[in-house]
């Protein structure tokens, strides 16, 4: 392979390297240190004159008198069944001491997408024990949902309780768990860590380490190493895997200082204005292919600058998810675990999994009810604040009270509680019980004389 | 039609590649050419030409190409195929089935392969309606093919010259056979291929006098939109932009449906796929699916085929017009085809205008919208396009350039409002903030087709809307109990109106659509209600013993039942009696 020692100019993670013999877009590119050390990179723009490069390390080291190897490839990813239970750096090199990854396969790290005539359509019901998601907020495998959160929130301890107890009901199969980190601290990823150990999780799951002090480019290719080896895990091992990408926030502060430095037009707030189609690129890996037998279900993991959604960050990821589950600060400073703001939420994909066929046939008009009553209650809060609780008509109060009832018993639960599916239902009728059975407007009477706690006569569920 | 060569072929080479754009020196080129790129033979269009340097966007990934490799012009212009086939039909951008993509290249969408927008193989059965000696000129109807259940007409094409038929066959035939001769030796066959970034001809344009029917209430009721005409639908994320177009897209009594998935997800598109087969036109009971073609060109795959795939949409929209149907066309996103735009114009370091869009944005977008009406074709028939867009603006904020571009050439606005979505209020539709611009060109026929009553309703029930917002500024000072009861009676009502009438669930198996009779025959109980209240007000009834009538109660449930009529008339019957009684103990 021939070197070359033409590097002109270096700017932030870029390389401008000049007289190259034709070089091809996108190849992965190995820069070559006095010292012997190898730095990777990929070629963003090639022309008979000048290869610009990024590159995924640090450009610390690296002077007009490195080599500069162009590989001729684009960049792959070494996968194989062995990767399970391994902790790898941000870049795919094992950093737990074990011996390197026996490759089945090298697979480009891009990733080419699903054609949508490929797909199957995400229907399965995954419980993960807690009422916010499963009763309001369903999460089907082959779904992207992320979390938006806000520093010091919570975000990662419910995401620790959806990967402990998410299943599928009645399905025994296997499943991995992809996990990779972007820019959070040691700490945070000691966290996540000790719980694999401790849950046994480990040994199911594929661990991708970027921290706060890794270089910041690295993060660019992440996301795509972990999703290369779900997709290999999926859809060649036939294995049902769950990705947590966290903080996807750090993710794009990489591509913003990327794009800077390429001197690139802004967009919105200095972020590139291709991050939608990049993001789309992660976050559209999610998904079941048609006659395969494995599934990819996404948790990406974000922090709203300032806690505030209509961030590009949030905003362009929500535009692209299949709904978010959004972590509120002010249930949190109540002291409500898990401090999930359903208002905000979504599942745009709760509809494929519930109903008679997969939970039960009264799910959606119980979830529809509890929203309204619950949106309806949350109002008026700000209304007594200036009026006081005796101007509220008595239809206002039962609502008022039914929104802190909601927070108490249906948005509170255990660290640990794993609440089945039912448990969640029942309790949703119980709460709205509480309300004049003719202002249940969102659901047909049928389900009502069927459901309601007042009229089924059955025993009340604990 | 033949698009025609402008020139001998011509063969270049690339000089520079930079993600989608590339380019090729050497070449002789005109804007708009369809070019191969590369040793693989990428499909990509010239976009721009600068002294030597030919700009080409391509619509495949770039990567592995080498400057030095070759690119030869075909002299083409970006084209749609056109004939029997289209139908049930899901293509890319530029219109390559993607179901043969499957098998041609797996799964996943790789790179190099071509596939027709038509099979070339399939044999239609064309049923003559011309014979020999008859006179044709553009656009004239020859023939027939049965399609699906829809009659596919076949045409003379636009742009050819008048002549008399020689022969003209009956049987079946592949699209390429030829099924007429001319008597000056012109032959066609049953395809034709235009270029997609020209509008197709009309003979004349008209203006919208019938309503496309939604069987959406709060469309249909307060905001509706013509048969030939335009609507936006802006909104932030998750307020409900797919699911409208969906609706739109399974309900509308448009006999052909075009729905183009532009820049977003994969998992919608195949929902569409697994859904339509099974669901049935209200009106005609066929499968919904033998009407609708579907253009799925998700966020992951290339960006320059997204910024195509509206075109190839809308020509296919137009073609079908042009046999004399009523076709509905939705676009989700046009900011994402917008943004492809934006991410072109980029590349190709020309001088941005606001948010970074190119300057020529606004252009764009109003020469898309302009290709959507009700017109009479080159045949002397009517025939229709409806176009609804979705806008995704960011964070929600409609000040910004797409959604302000679009809104200054769309005569319907339906408002997409996150608080109204927040609290599961569907459709999210903000009734203060949309508009449609039609209702005076649609009053005749509501008046005619639905009731003399309707006009005067839907303006009551908007008045009541109006009045209940300023209400609210009220109430959220001083509290519901301090307003004066007539004022209190029209907080309820328009309670009713909102949670009655408006919201609507699209997956409740009879709300999910709703004919104008039930629509009018709701809103008239509700009105009825509303008259009882105040009459039972002026006569001294209290607003809390209005409020706890019993027969209003079972109102909402009304949606719900498909044989309404029953129990809305015992619900009338009982309001009757309980006002009745309410005024005379007062
Ligand atoms: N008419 C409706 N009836 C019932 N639910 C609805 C309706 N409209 C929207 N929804 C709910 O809102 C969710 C989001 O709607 P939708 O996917 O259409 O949003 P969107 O505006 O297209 O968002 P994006 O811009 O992210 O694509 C749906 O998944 C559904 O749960
Ligand atoms: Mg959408």
């Known amino acids: ?462 | 039609m033949e698009v025609k060569d402008k020139k001998t072929k011509e063969k270049g080479i690339l000089k520079r590649i930079a993600g989608p754009v590339v380019t090729a020196v050497n070449l002789d080129a005109h804007m708009y050419d369809v070019v191969k790129v590369g040793n693989e033979e990428l499909m990509g269009e010239v976009i721009k030409i600068s002294g030597e340097d030919i700009i080409i966007q391509v619509y495949e990934d770039t990567s592995g190409i080498k400057p030095g490799e070759p690119v030869i012009n075909t002299g083409l212009s970006l084209a749609a195929e056109l004939g029997p086939g289209l139908l049930t039909s899901i293509y890319d951008g530029i219109q390559r089935p993607l179901s043969v993509l499957v098998d041609k290249m797996g799964d996943f969408i790789q790179r190099g392969v071509s596939a027709p927008g038509l099979s070339h193989e399939k044999k239609w059965t064309f049923k003559p309606v011309k014979k020999a000696g008859d006179k044709v000129e553009a656009g004239t109807i020859i023939g027939e093919v049965q399609e699906t259940n829809i009659v596919h007409r076949i045409m003379i094409p636009p742009n050819a010259k008048p002549g008399t038929i020689k022969t003209i066959k009956n049987g079946d035939f592949t699209v390429d056979e030829t099924v007429c001769v001319l008597e000056d030796g012109r032959e066609f066959p049953m395809i034709q291929r235009w270029p997609v970034r020209v509008p197709r001809p009309v003979k004349e344009k008209k203006n919208p006098t019938i309503p496309l029917i939604t069987g959406q209430r709060i469309l249909d009721g307060l905001f509706p939109i013509a048969k030939g005409g335009t609507a936006a639908i802006p909104g932030p994320f998750g307020s409900g932009k797919t699911v409208t177009q969906q609706q739109l897209a399974k309900w509308s009594d448009a006999e052909i449906v075009v729905y183009i998935g532009c820049g977003e997800r994969g998992n919608e598109m195949t929902e569409v796929l697994t859904e339509f087969p099974h669901l049935e036109d209200p009106k005609s009971g066929k499968p919904l699916m033998e009407r609708t073609v579907l253009i799925a060109n998700t966020s992951n795959m290339p960006v320059a085929a997204r910024e195509a795939s509206v075109y190839t949409g809308i020509t296919i929209a137009e073609y079908f017009r042009d046999m004399g149907y009523d076709v509905s066309l939705m676009a989700d996103s046009t900011s994402r085809w917008a943004e492809a735009m934006r991410e072109i114009s980029s590349r190709l370091e020309e001088m941005p205008g606001e948010e970074g869009y190119p300057a020529y944005l606004a252009a764009r977008l109003s020469e898309f919208y302009e290709r959507a009406g009700l017109v009479t074709t080159l045949n002397g028939q009517s025939g229709s396009v409806s176009v609804i867009g979705a806008v995704s603006p960011p964070g929600g904020d409609f000040s910004e350039p797409v959604t302000q571009g679009t809104l200054r050439i769309v005569k319907v606005f339906w408002a997409l409002d996150a608080k109204l979505s927040q609290r599961r209020h569907f459709p999210a539709i903000n009734w203060l903030n949309s508009y449609s611009l039609y209702l005076d060109s649609l009053h005749d026929w509501y008046d005619k087709e639905v009731s003399p009553e309707w006009n005067k309703i839907r303006s009551w029930a908007m008045e009541v809307l109006q009045k209940e917002a300023e209400l609210q500024e009220i109430v959220q000072l001083v509290g519901s109990d301090a307003l004066p009861e007539a004022e209190q009676v029209t907080i309820e009502v328009a309670r009713m109106i909102r949670e009655i009438f408006l919201q609507q669930n699209a997956y409740d198996a009879v709300d999910t659509f709703c004919d104008m009779k039930k629509q009018y025959d709701m809103m008239k109980t509700i009105r009825l209600y509303s008259e009882l209240a105040y009459a039972a007000q002026a006569a001294g009834v209290s607003p809390a013993q209005i409020n706890a009538t019993k027969s209003k109660n079972d109102l909402p449930q009304i949606k719900f039942i498909k044989d309404y009529k029953p129990a809305l008339e015992k619900i009338e019957k009982e309001m009757d009696a309980e006002f009745t009684a309410l005024r005379s103990a007062a």
């Open chain 1, 1 to 462: 392979m021939k070197e070359y020692r033409t590097i002109n100019k270096i700017a932030g993670p870029l390389l401008f390297v000049e007289k190259t013999e034709p070089i091809g877009y996108g190849e992965l590119v190995n820069i070559v240190l006095f010292d012997g050390s190898i730095k990777r990179g990929q070629v963003l723009d090639t022309s008979d004159e000048l290869v610009v490069v990024q590159v995924f390390e640090t450009t610390a080291g690296i002077g007009k008198d490195s080599g500069v190897r162009f590989t001729g490839e684009t960049i792959k990813m070494p996968v194989g069944r062995d990767m399970l239970g391994r902790i790898l750096s941000g870049g795919g090199k094992p950093i737990d001491g074990g011996p390197e990854i026996v490759p089945e396969k090298r697979l480009d790290i891009t990733g080419a997408a699903i054609n949508p005539w490929a797909r199957g359509s995400p229907n399965e019901f995954i419980q993960t024990g807690i009422s916010t998601i499963d009763g309001t907020n369903t999460l089907v495998r082959g779904q992207k949902l992320p979390i938006f959160s806000g520093a010091g929130l919570p975000h990662n301890t419910i995401a620790l309780q959806i990967a402990r107890q998410a299943k599928v009901l009645g399905a025994k199969e296997e499943f991995a768990v992809v996990f990779a980190a972007m820019g959070i601290t040691k700490e945070e990823a000691n966290y996540f860590m000790q719980d694999f150990e401790r849950t046994g999780a480990l040994e199911r799951a594929v661990v991708f380490l970027n921290l706060a002090d890794d270089p910041a480019v690295e993060r660019i290719i992440t996301p795509r190493l972990a999703l290369t080896t779900a997709e290999y895990l999926a859809f060649d091992l036939g294995m049902h895997v769950l990705v947590i990408l966290t903080d996807m926030t750090n993710y794009c502060e990489a591509l913003r200082q990327i794009g800077a430095a390429r001197e690139e037009v802004p967009g919105r707030r200095g972020y590139p204005g291709y991050m939608y189609t990049d993001l789309a690129g992660i976050y559209e890996r999610a998904g079941i292919v048609k006659g395969k037998k494995g599934s990819i279900t996404q948790f990406p993991i974000l922090t709203m600058p300032g806690d505030d959604i209509t961030h590009p960050i949030p905003d362009l990821t929500g535009y692209i998810t299949e709904g978010q589950i959004v972590v509120s600060r002010e249930l949190h400073r109540k002291g409500i675990y898990p401090p999930i703001n359903v208002l905000p939420s979504l599942s745009r994909l709760m509809n494929l999994g519930i109903g008679a066929k997969h939970t039960r046939e009264d799910h959606k008009k119980v979830s529809d009810q509890l929203y309204a009553a619950y949106a309806e209650g949350n109002d008026l809060r700000g209304l007594v604040a200036i009026v006081g609780k005796d101007a509220l008509s008595e239809r206002d109060r039962m609502f008022l009270e039914f929104a802190d009832l909601f927070e108490n018993r249906f948005v509170r639960q255990g660290y640990d509680e794993d609440r089945t599916i039912t448990g969640t239902l029942d309790l949703g009728w119980e709460l709205l019980a509480t309300l004049p059975v003719e202002q249940l407007v969102r659901i047909d009477r049928e389900l009502i004389n069927k459901y309601h706690p007042k009229f089924r006569n059955v025993p009340k569920a604990t």
